[in-house]
């Protein structure tokens, strides 16, 4: 072995040993524990110990021998510990990766740590393996300790990434980019040293023929060392999936995903000659002999971000990086520490905030992060959504300049930007989530709605204010937010945390029948059955058309037709026959409705109707939002704020919709049609597979002449197939009202597209032949770079991404459909108008 790569070596191990040290003096005692002993836990298999697996599970750990301090730690918390040696050594090592012992190192960073093993080993014991790191995963977790396991196969960068996407992997979004991240980042926990930081940084471009002459010559033995691979560059492709994945990250952390995000902007601005983070620390490993700033990855990520924004003079997204930088490392500059470990962080800090010229009040506010509310929270989201949009724009234009096709895949690029729509796409009725992780408690003590009517300086709807209604604390609250109908508003308070039991509501309103006992008990019921921390959505759920899981209805909240009635003993107690048709004049006594609802992406919507005909309008709107092989609401919620009747209007209205509901959802192959009386008036609903149509009838013959006019056949869609004869009921039971979907139809010489639009019409292309991987690509391609050719407003980002399926035809001749799954990546991209041109008119 060279005397270069002995020193390169050492100094190595007495890095790691001073990372360790660092990590540790960071970390609550649980965490420290679980940190030094899961490698005993992965060395050992053994009944006595948490992860313990039956089989053939490998195990040992290459070059690790558990220490006395290894023993100790675990007979305190284990009663029984092996201590014989391991024959076998089937694990490479396990290295932390991200941002343990680095100055990004904080209260709620997680421990990611890599599994390496040989390539060869055999599938069946990975699988075990597998399952006994989920094991470990749960017992850290119940000592309140993230530790999340990846295991990498020691040549996985010398192959195609085929990696499945979940809520931590990011499938095939990155690959090249992954490492580059890791070797800028890994800390060796146990097992071999890696091997590209001994290698001279100037050697990186022909990286694999110089290791491999250091192994012929005998300079070095591959069993002592963790060779991922040379990493000269990064494929120019991959840029756009890291983006979408530091994007889809950023939903929940913005301040470390705006940092991440920018840097693969700065990397997209570099190329061809870009200059990763991973090679500028290892010129500063291989050059100098003290472990400083210039050695830490977060430092490194924040000069390589910095730089490019200087060379841009964006001077606004500067200094929010700082402020994300800032925020990331947790230390409160503007407040005395006692903490000797965290002298060297607080140092750096300090120097980097002098040469930014921050003022003592800006750090304090920074420091008062933890007591912001509304206004500045509104501020840094916006700060930080307009940064993210921006690098994500960017970077489009760059793929579109450079002619680059997306290497993430189809299903993957799909479920993203799925959830990047549910997360940030405005639209009207949705709620937006305007707290990521910003501030921890934004509830107010008071928040006032006030009403204002038509024909006023301002425009006509509601307003919310964090104030009451004093005219002097009025005067000086600009407002939060307007909507034409109330409920959004209490919606949006509620759902970002503005409101909770003890807050008190203020109304004033000019025109709406609705009164403050109301307007609070309104809020009170929606507190009361709506939570607003569930599960994130499921890839399988983002895979399919969203259907409605939560569905709260408020009737008669600003129009309630009872509002005038007389207080009498007979009209509480009398019985009424049709609440949508009552008296002689057939008046309904459901004034207005709002629905409030959660759907399986776990977007929150709000709908309001409020005319003479509401309850024909929302039935309509409702049912819109179901496509027909969608499951029922998992819950229905219903309240009436009638001041007469209200138990009855309840009743009816849930009847009819339940009715309904079972109609659009179960109507199969016969068409069923549902007259209702209301506001004087008969309406007919005409339920069919491809939705619900809505007909005003002036007598009985416009039932069968509305059925007559529309042709009802064995297909609404009267589709051109070639193959199956029920494509065109599969494809009915799965448009769904918003969405863009293209449905591949099979044979044996190619195949059939037929794409349904936002408003469910469908196109038939016959006869395609070649890729749908390719096809697929391209058309994903056109819908995000669409946008972005005549300008690049960062409100013009589109997340909303079709949808693709593949209708099988299985063994019992019968047709299923499954979401697209892609069998390899593309190498280019292609021109999609011609792609997408029927075969008769090429």
């Avoid at 709605?449 to 964090?466: D, M």
């Avoid at 909507?483 to 509501?505: H, I, M």
């Avoid at 994903?780 to 997340?799: A, C, I, K, M, P």
Wanted: overall charge negative; charged content about 20%.
């Amino acid at each position: 072995m060279s005397q270069e790569i002995i020193q390169l070596r050492d100094k190595s191990d007495e890095f790691s040993r001073l990372r360790v040290r660092s990590a540790l003096a960071l970390m609550k005692k649980d965490e420290a524990n679980v940190f030094q002993i899961f490698p005993l836990l992965l060395h050992y298999n053994a009944p006595s110990l948490p992860g313990y697996i039956k089989g053939d599970v490998p195990a040992g750990i290459s070059q690790f021998n558990p220490t006395k301090e290894h023993q100790t730690l675990a007979q305190q918390l284990f009663s029984n510990v092996p201590d014989h040696a391991v024959e076998q050594s089937d694990i490479i090592g396990l290295y932390a990766m991200g941002s343990t012992s680095s100055i990004g190192q904080c209260s709620e960073s997680d421990f990611d740590i890599w599994i390496c093993y040989e390539h060869t080993l055999d599938p069946d014991r990975v699988a075990l393996l597998n399952k006994k790191s989920w094991e470990i995963t749960y017992w850290a977790e119940s000592l309140g300790v993230e530790l999340n396991f990846f295991l990498i196969p020691d040549n996985k960068f010398r192959v195609t990434n085929k990696a499945s996407m979940s809520n931590e992997s990011c499938g095939t979004s990155q690959h090249m980019l992954l490492l580059d991240e890791f070797y800028r980042t890994s800390l060796r926990v146990a097992g071999r040293r890696i091997l590209w930081r001994q290698i001279p940084h100037e050697h990186e471009h022909d990286y694999d023929n110089y290791v491999k002459n250091l192994y012929e010559t005998g300079q070095i033995n591959p069993d002592d060392w963790l060779d991922l691979g040379g990493l000269h560059c990064v494929p120019a492709e991959e840029l756009f999936g890291a983006t979408l994945w530091q994007l889809y990250k950023g939903i929940d952390n913005p301040y470390k995903a705006t940092l991440k995000t920018i840097l693969m902007e700065a990397y997209s601005w570099e190329y061809p000659n870009t200059e990763l983070i991973s090679t500028s620390y290892k010129k500063s490993f291989q050059e100098q002999d003290f472990y400083d700033e210039h050695l830490d990855p977060y430092c490194l990520m924040l000069d390589k971000v910095s730089n490019y924004l200087i060379s841009i003079n964006d001077l606004q997204r500067l200094e929010l990086v700082r402020v994300c930088f800032y925020f990331k490392t947790e230390e409160m500059l503007s407040k005395q520490c006692n903490n000797e470990n965290n002298a060297w962080r607080r140092t750096i800090l300090n120097k980097l905030v002098k040469q930014w010229g921050w003022t003592a009040s800006q750090i304090v506010d920074l420091d008062n992060r933890n007591n912001w509310k509304i206004r500045e929270v509104k501020q840094a989201n916006h700060l930080l959504l307009d940064a993210l949009m921006l690098s994500y724009s960017n970077l489009i234009k760059f793929a579109r300049v450079n002619d680059i096709s997306e290497s993430i895949s189809a299903e993957d690029i799909g479920i993203l930007s799925r959830k990047l729509y549910a997360a940030h796409e405005t639209l009207p009725g949705k709620v937006d989530i305007i707290n990521p992780n910003i501030s921890p408690n934004l509830i107010e003590h008071d928040l006032s709605l006030i009403q204002i009517p038509e024909h006023r300086k301002n425009k006509a709807g509601w307003y919310l204010f964090n104030s009451t209604l004093d005219p002097f604390e009025l005067a000086s609250t600009p407002s939060l937010g307007y909507s034409p109908y109330l409920s959004k508003l209490v919606a949006w308070s509620y759902v970002n945390g503005l409101y909770d039991e003890d807050t008190t509501l203020h109304l004033y309103n000019q025109g709406s029948d609705l009164v403050d006992k109301n307007l609070n008990q309104f809020a009170k019921d929606l507190y009361a059955v709506f939570p607003i921390y569930v599960p994130k959505a499921s890839d399988k759920a983002l895979s399919e058309p969203c259907a409605i899981k939560h569905l709260s209805i408020f009737l008669n909240v600003e129009k309630d037709p009872t509002r005038h009635w007389q207080d009498t003993e007979e009209s509480e107690l009398n019985q009424i026959d049709n609440v949508m048709a009552y008296g002689e004049h057939k008046e309904s006594l459901i004034g207005s409705i709002d629905f409030i609802y959660r759907n399986s992406w776990n977007e929150v919507r709000t709908l309001h109707f409020n005319s003479q005909f509401s309850v024909v309008e929302a039935l309509n709107t409702i049912l819109s939002k179901m496509h027909q092989d969608a499951s029922p609401p998992q819950q229905i919620d219903l309240f009436c704020y009638s001041r007469h009747f209200s138990e009855q209007i309840c009743q009816s209205f849930g009847s009819k919709l339940n009715e309904f509901i079972q109609l659009r959802l179960h109507t199969v192959h016969t068409r069923s049609v549902q007259t209702l009386w209301t506001g004087g008036r008969k309406f007919g609903f005409y339920f069919e597979r491809k939705g619900v149509s809505l007909q005003h009838l002036e007598s009985a013959v416009d039932i069968y002449s509305h059925i007559s006019n529309k042709k009802l056949s064995a297909s609404s869609l009267n589709l051109k197939t070639t193959h199956y004869d029920q494509t065109a009921d599969v494809i009915e039971s799965h448009i769904s009202e918003g969405l863009i979907q293209f449905f591949f139809e099979n044979y044996h010489n190619g195949f059939n597209v037929y794409i349904a639009n936002a408003e469910n019409d469908v196109e038939t292309f016959l006869n395609f032949a070649g890729s749908k991987n390719e096809f697929v690509q391209n058309v994903n391609r056109f819908y995000t770079s669409n946008n972005h050719l005549s300008n690049t407003d960062v409100e013009q980002v589109n997340f909303n991404l079709p949808q693709f399926y593949d209708i099988t035809l299985n063994e019992d001749k019968t047709l299923s459909l499954n979401p697209f799954k892609s069998s390899t990546l593309v190498a280019s991209a292609q021109d999609l108008i011609s792609a997408l041109t029927p075969a008769n008119e090429q």
